[in-house]
């Protein structure tokens, strides 16, 4: 069977309309099943709420490609989108609702006591799980999937698979437990019977349509990431007075004149990289243009070989250098610390614009340059893929067009000519807050990063000492 990821993949790449409808058929039942859940039995409204779902699918099919399940991103995305519509219908046709619900209750049967009790609670309590436990759960019970398929997708053995479902099955009962509710029969066995319903026939080829037509429906404006950076204006005098000067030890001294002459190195080979990419540009394009041709002549083939060749070649020095920058910015943390009679607060050098590049995920001070690399070039996908996936501040950014994304990003940011870690604050060993100065505006603001796996990942702006404002 084709993966997910594929079958995305191939949506994204080609508009392949087969390849999206396949997906909406094998994914159906479990979106149209949490959606008639929380709208309580409304299967129009639940339908409304599939096709918002699909909708987004296939609106961000290329961010979300790279994802090899896609249950857990739509069971979430389901929730949002059903209390959502909850919510305005509810507001439209609230005495309407009262009365289909008191002539259900006449005409239709009763239903199983304890899943009448489990129902109305059962979706806000899988989001109360972590995102493994309740990916495992979707597998099991609610796409009836057998153990050695999830021990497959998830890397595991069929008996480890069978483990984490019992664990996660466990933690789902103490949730519900907490909040009064208890079964008499077994969870699972009621989460079986119960959690999915057979959505109506032919409504996956009309969400499929319906929602490829939505995809080129525009989205509402956006919060950029400027605009962040001058929500909480600090003045530069009290960061002045804020700072500690400690006294310099000769070893101190010794390893700042090594970090300059490091430093103005990676200067110079940016400077040396900028025609290389050009060049890489360039040849990247060749590439494509050979790629798109049917046949090549010998001397053809051969150039392109070599083309190849050159761009790996090209790509292997930008990645060094990135890495270079990242140890740049490691020892310059070190040297902070090290210092006699001082705070923890680093003393990084401004940034120039000129000097930005990708330095990946490895640190926090990396991945907030990376973030920042990738909206002074307007690549959306890369700035994305820099966010934290949780942030609900970034919400509105990941519903907003690629296109339209990187002319915003790239515009908002033209007026930062550099910036400066003024200081790092570590919460935890998966978290620390960066205290960034924008050159050029002379704007300053505090962001959380988090580890996410073992990447870092930027997860929003921080009001004062508080936690990230997600408005």
Known sequence: MTLDAELLRRYADVQ??????????????????????????????????????????????AALSHREVLTGWLFTSTHFAAAKAVRKERRRHMHEQEAHAMQELVHDPA??????????????VMHELNPCDREVILMRYFENRQLGDIGQRLGLSEDAARKRVDRAVQKLRCFLSKRGITTTAALATVLSANAVQV??????????????????????TALTFIKLMTMNKLQLSMISALAVVGVATPLVIQRESRLRQENRSLRQQIEQLAPVQA?????SNLLAQANNAQTFPNDQMSELLRLRGEVGSLRRQTNELGKLQSENQKLRSSLANSKPGTQTAPTHENLPKVSWVFAGYADPESAFQSAVWAMSQGDAKTFLASLAPEGAEFAKWHDM????????????????????????????????????????INESARFKLQRVGSDWKVAGHVNGAGAPDTK
């Open 401 to 440: 067009p690629d296109t339209d994304l990187s002319t915003q990003i790239k515009q908002d940011f033209e007026k930062v000519t550099g910036f400066k870690i003024i200081d790092k604050e570590a919460i935890s060993d998966d978290a620390a807050i960066l205290t960034v100065l924008a050159a050029g």
């Open 16 to 61: 392949s309309e087969d390849a999206f409808a396949e997906l909406v058929r094998r994914h159906l039942d479990l979106v149209y099943s949490a959606a008639l859940r929380q709208t309580n039995g409304d299967a129009h409204l639940a339908q409304d709420v599939a096709q918002t779902v699909f909708t987004d699918l296939a609106r961000k099919a």
């Open 111 to 124: 239903p199983d006591f304890d899943w009448d009790k489990l129902r109305p609670v059962l979706d806000r």
């Open 199 to 220: 959505a109506p026939a032919g409504l996956a080829a009309t969400l499929a349509s319906a929602s490829l037509a939505g995809v080129t429906a525009g989205t509402g």
């Open 279 to 283: 060049e890489n540009e360039h040849l």
